[in-house]
Structure formats: C-alpha cells, structure tokens
C-alpha cells in the first residue's frame, strides 16, 4: 500500500471544462507534488507545495493549479481543459529523506 | 535535446538474464539519482537512490551512476517475470524527496518465463 490516495481513479471531461482532483497524502509527509504522465512518456513535474504554499513550477500554465490543506491532502484543478490535457496524473507525497512516494494517479481523457 | 534521454524499448529478455537499463542526461547539475519501476496502471515505486556517482546494490538491482559521462544504468540479475514493468529513470538537482524530478521516458521490459 502506498499511503498516497487518489480521486476518482478515471475521468472523462468535455475540452473547455474544468477539473478537479485529489491527493490524499501520506502521513507526516509535508510535501506534496503533482506529476502529469502522457501515454508513453515519462511524469513531467507540474507543481509542488510545502506548508499550503507552491514553491516549485513547472512548464506549466496558470490554468493548472492547486491547493494543499492543512492535513497534507492536495488538489490540482485545470481551467479549460484541452484535449492535450488527457494523461495519468499523479500526486506524490514526500518527505525529505525517503523519497517520494507515488499514487496510482488519476487518468483524464479529454473528448 | 532532452535533458534526459531513455531508450523507451520495449527490451524483451528470457527469464533469468541479466537486463541493462540506461539514461543519459545532460544537466550537469543533477547529483541524485532514482529509478522506478511502474506496472500498468499504478504509479511509480521507487526502486533505488543514489547520490552523485558510484555504484549502489540491493538484492538483485544495482544502480551505476558515472557523472563524468552523465550516464546511469540499472542492472537487474536472475531476471524474472514479476520484473515486467516499464522502468523510468528520474534525476534531481536537490534532495529525493524535496525537489522536482525529471524523468526519462521510461522502458517497457517484458521477461518472458
């Protein structure tokens, strides 16, 4: 079992619509990222967020964001979603001596 | 040119040979290195840690790493089904755990009994 829990597990979305999903973290693990893995491709970093703040970006635009809550769990929503955003998402939780710890992510298709 | 470059495969091998996994990167300031191993549908597991160059083992994986060359390798001995997977190198400039990693594409190895 991985700790970090994800939701919902699959997704369908209109382009143009917004999304939201969930991340919940592994326990004392202050640190949350977000990854989004394109079929065939490795996970490109999206976001990061320590301490309810975002403190690392990626090549990403402002339609991606996210939050992180006081008990660790996170969100990632995208704004006007576009074909191109259909991948595996995933969170990880970490902390700074073990390693990042992976969900089994959440796959959006976008149609 | 990507700042990490992975053979994606798919790498077929018989069960019980030795398996070769590489990346090559070209940032000279990534000093930690990761590979994971990713079943379908699941996330990635980290599989091994190593900071800077060297060699590291742990059963029957050993992680390489030659910074001179900004080459790093897998090997997996005694290969067995279970080891199917798709593996994906990551590199980070900081901490395992507290920095954004960047990923290779990943190779699909397939180990047939």
């Known amino acids: 079992e991985t700790g970090v829990t994800q939701s919902p597990t699959h997704l369908i979305k209109t382009r143009g619509q917004q999304v939201t999903l969930r991340c919940s973290s592994q326990s004392g693990h202050n640190t949350v990222s977000w990854y989004q893995q394109a079929l065939g491709q490795g996970p490109q970093f999206i976001f990061q967020y320590y301490r309810e703040e975002e403190n690392g970006r990626g090549n990403f635009p402002p339609r991606f964001s996210g939050l992180q809550f006081p008990n660790y769990s996170s969100e990632l929503n995208v704004n006007a979603l576009e074909l191109d955003d259909s991948a595996l998402y995933l969170c990880?939780?970490?902390?700074?001596?073990?390693?990042?710890?992976f969900g089994s992510g959440t796959r959006l298709t976008v149609v | 040119q990507k700042e990490v470059e992975q053979d994606p495969g798919p790498l077929s091998v018989p069960e019980g040979a030795i398996v070769s996994l590489n990346c090559t990167y070209s940032n000279s300031a990534f000093q930690y290195f990761m590979w994971y191993r990713q079943y379908s549908r699941k996330g990635p597991e980290l599989l091994m840690y190593t900071y800077s160059s060297g060699n590291k083992e742990d059963g029957r994986f050993t992680a390489q790493v030659d910074k001179s060359s900004k080459y790093i390798s897998l090997f997996i001995r005694d290969s067995q089904p279970s080891d199917s997977a798709t593996y994906l190198c990551a590199m980070s400039d900081g901490g395992a755990g507290s920095y954004q990693l960047t990923f290779g594409k990943g190779t699909k190895l397939s180990v047939i009994p």
């Open positions: 990880a939780s970490s902390h700074p001596m073990r390693g990042y710890t």
